[in-house]
């Protein structure tokens, strides 16, 4: 018996073994190789135990033959419900592998000096300013004389201008306004050195009230540097009409940095330009430390932002309006300046250089 | 401006600190650049001073606007009769003396005066010197000021230069001819060696100061080396004078010289302050031991400049600046800074010192006002809207366009520069075309750009040497031609991969029919048809086979003949002109520009929707076998020429050649769409409208149908 005992447990041992290793037999191959060492009609450790059977004598055979049947029944269930699992399991066969990474179409980016202009844009448009672009090439007349800047003016020094070998004929403005009839340059001699150029169009062209903003690039002979570039993009504001005063210069300021930079506060400081009277530089307090004072600011709380003043009487009489009859407001401010600002850029060269990395920081 | 602190306390006694009284000070029109503190206690403070403003360009004048500023006095120098030698410690060495000067037609030397337009006055004196430095508490104020001290007698007239503002000038006596000073125009062709030892030719618009015989310095500008006072001189003249600020101007910008004095000429000085600084020089010169005066002064004085009388209304006041100024407050402010006010109608009378040279109008009354009370008294109000906000100019409207499709087709904005070197102009336009730059910065800014090409291949270049390989840029801007003058444009650039690569594709570089999808798109967006003709012999910056000029047309229901106007370029960029740019030559890089008037001329300005079509569209495809030079539009057109009424659409969809076709052949296999807009097409309609198709390609093109 002792020898019947021993098989049993041999049973056992098998059916313990086969019962472990099934649940981890996860592909086909696994389980037909597990299969195979236990019912392999050559080698499987269980067709081996059966052909030990005929050595037995008829009772244990009976005995024993009926535990190896179960143990072999029970591994043949066990490999069927095995591969039915595994069948389940496999992934149809037009299952993808959705971690891949997708297709992507190639979205660009909107220039950063742009995003801050059609802000700017955006902020004025819902103040009920017109908003034109004018030639970037320019006369004397339109760039300094009527801008209170006649020949030999020492404030033309402030403006390094750069001029044409040849007078050529400039871009166009104005033409949903229907016939314009200073709408074109017709002998531009100059780059325009600032925006302003357009107040005296505009102003030449309709009758007050006037509410108008230009964006656009500037140039000046400045060399390249971190703060400095040769060319530059400026928007120019302009309002005038009866009634107009330094007050409302304030408050529009006011709108337009708190819709750029959130709840700053601003100052006026006295300053000089030819085509206004008063003049004044506009601080902003600085948006990063709130006017307690950091690296962007210098220390000093506060950030210049723009120039600005109340349209020189000068410049009234050279465009034809009374300057007893209507005041105004006149304003330049950099796109690049605010865009440094606001996007913390230290280098305004990067704005030139149209590395695409840099480029796709903004959306 | 630098302003030594203890010169500044000479004028008035403001207290506080540097930091402070810059504080105040630049909230009142002088930003201040910066503060120096010296080892003995003293400070200086850098004042920016506005170009309109020179009669702060001295110690006495930025006394006056500080002393406005606190509510204090200003000292000004008085006629001493007790001059004495001030001491080592310099006690009593910068006190506010000035000397006592006979005023006299003709003393010591003559002054004729032959441009009294170009000199209103000229005073001159003549002292016995005695060359050497200065003290020691003239020269360190000086240094502080920025000015180097050389000898006493130089160093005087710095002194009084800085302190008020007057450029003074020495000539040695013994050197000037006959006597007399003779304050002239420059004779044509007459030539001047200056005191920085060049010689000069000058021009007959040139105000000189000459003795009996030749011209010894440039008026306001610079004097003569051979009337330089040197460490022999003896005998000075010593020369206070008031000269037109734009014959200066013009003169310092004409020789390149810009000094000290004709900085305060060029803006203007005050026609008041001649005597007063000869008197104070001589009074330096005392004081100093450099010297002693004669003790007379020739004042030749032929156009008085009488001090201007402005109106100042006080409604004007409050309607300029949106709030109301006390009467008190204005007649302070305008007093302290030296105006006399008397009362008038509705306001005052107010008369200008003639320092100020700035306040020519009412509106420069009320600045000063403004400035004193401070800016920060103005409220913060909105302009009142008064008419209706006008609609946004069509241009923005359209670049904005622009911009969301170019982006939305891979393209990022570059903005690039307006102008670009002449190399690289010419590889875009024909170099009779290009606008030079008459003063340009450098070679590389020296014409303005008649393509927004240079400046994209240039972006695209840098991206790809710094290790990019993908570049799409766009950019909206103008460029200008001698013979288009200035246009608006939009161009491109695309390099490396056709598509976005993915694991699941090979991945394709950008190919001429990338290029030419977005040159489609953008026509699309201006409701504009564009067709691309070859060109057989391409501009400079395009490669030959693969460049194409763009021709658009307005898109019309009915097929009818719209006008066509060639819009722009598109095609692969030449390998040499890409390299010009730092393009490496072995990147492929396609490019397209677009004028955007041109294009923007075919937009519908109404848009009239139709429903859609109600019957069933009928497809057909043929393949044809044409010769593989045939373009596909010559087919195109040939179909097109039918004017088949029930055809709506034709296109290729496979372009074949190789195995199985006829050397010089191709297949083209094409796809008609024909539909009625009132009922369903007849199998036999189709098919006749088919016939008649391949007919006209047979006899076209000799078309066999595969
Ligand atoms: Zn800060």
Known sequence: MSETASDRSTIDALREDFRARIAAASTDAAVKTLADEFLSRKSGSVTGLMKTLGTLPPDARREFGALVNALKQEIETSVDERRQALAAARPPA??????????????????????????????????????????????????????????????????????????????????????????????????????????????????????????????????????????????????????VTMANLKGTFKAMLTALFGDVKIRLRPSFFPYTEPSAEVDMSCHKCAGAGCAICKQTGWLEILGSGMVHPAVFEAVGYDPDAVTGFAFGIGIERLAMLKYGVEDIRLFYENDVRFLEQFS | MKVLLSWLRDFVDVPGRPEEIAATMSVRGFAVEGIEHLADGDAVIDFEVTGNRPDCMSVSGMAREVATAFGLQVRRPAVSTSIRRANAAGENGPALHLASLKTVERGDIEIVIESPELCPRY?????????????????????????????????????????????MHAFDHATIAGGQIRVRTARPGETLKTLDGRQRTLSPDMLVIADAEHAVAVAGVMGGADSEVTAETKTIVLESAHFNALSVRRTSKALGLKTEASMRFERGTDPRLPVTAMERACALLEMIGAGTARGTVVDRYPVRVEPNVLKLRRERITGLLGVSIPDGDVRRVLEALGFALRDADAGWDVTVPTRRVDVTREVDLIEEVARHCGFDRIPTTFPALTVPPPPLDPRIARTRQLRALATGQGFSEAVTFGFTSAPAAEAFAASEAIVPIKNPLSEAFAVLRPSLLPGLVESAGRNIRRGQRDVQLFEVGNRFTRQDGESQAIAFIWT???????????????????????????????????????????????????????????????????????????????????????????????????????????????????????????????????????????????????????????????????????????????????????????????????????????????????
């Open chain 2, 496 to 706: 490396g991969a056709g598509r976005t690569p993915h694991w699941s594709e090979r991945t394709r570089d950008v190919d001429f029919f990338d290029a030419a999808s977005f040159v489609s798109t953008l026509a699309d967006t201006f409701d504009a048809a564009a067709r691309l003709q070859p060109l057989a012999t391409p501009p400079t910056y395009l490669v030959a086979g693969q460049a194409a000029e763009i021709i658009a047309g307005g898109k019309s229901a009915n097929g009818g003949a719209a006008s066509t106007v060639r819009v722009g370029h598109v095609g692969r960029l030449t390998p040499n002109v890409g390299e010009l740019l730092g393009l490496p030559a072995e990147v492929a890089g396609y490019v397209g520009e677009v004028d955007i008037e041109s294009l923007a001329q075919f937009r519908r300005t109404a848009l009239k929707a139709t429903a859609p079509p109600r019957f069933p569209a009928i497809d057909r495809d043929i393949s044809i076998l044409v010769d593989d030079t045939t373009p596909a539009q010559a087919v195109r057109d040939t179909v097109r020429t039918l004017a088949l009424p029930q055809l709506v659409s034709l296109r290729e969809f496979d372009r074949y050649a190789g195995k199985g076709i006829p050397e010089g052949k191709v297949s083209l296999s094409l796809r008609l769409t024909f539909r009625a807009a009132d009922r369903t097409l007849t199998d036999a309609e189709v098919q006749s409208a088919m016939d008649d198709v391949l007919s006209a390609l047979e006899t076209k093109h000799g078309a066999a149908q595969r």
């Open chain 2, 123 to 167: 005073a001159g004196a003549v002292a016995e010197v005695t060359i050497g430095p200065s003290p020691e508490w003239m020269q360190s104020r000086l240094r502080a000021a920025g000015v180097r001290p050389t000898s006493n007698l130089v160093d005087i007239t710095n002194y009084v230069l800085l302190e008020l503002g007057q450029p």
């Open chain 1, 94 to 243: 037009d299952a993808v592998d959705v971690t891949l990474p997708p297709r992507t179409r190639a979205v660009g980016h909107v220039h950063p000096l742009m995003l801050v202009r059609q802000q700017v844009e955006d902020i004025f448009t819902h103040m009920g300013y017109e908003i034109l672009e004018g030639p970037e090439v320019e006369d004397d007349f339109h760039n300094f004389e009527a801008l209170n800047m006649p020949p030999d003016h020492p404030a033309r020094d402030m403006q390094d201008t750069l001029y044409l070998g040849s007078p050529i004929v400039g871009g166009t403005w104005g033409a949903h306004r229907g016939s314009v009839p200073d709408a074109q340059v017709r002998a531009a001699t100059l780059l325009r050195t600032h925006t302003s150029a357009m107040q005296i169009r505009y102003m030449k062209t309709f009758p007050p009230p006037v509410r108008i903003i230009v964006p656009g690039r500037v140039y000046r002979r400045d060399n390249l540097d971190l703060t400095h570039t040769p060319m530059f993009q400026q928007f120019e504001g302009l309002v005038v009409g009866e009634g």
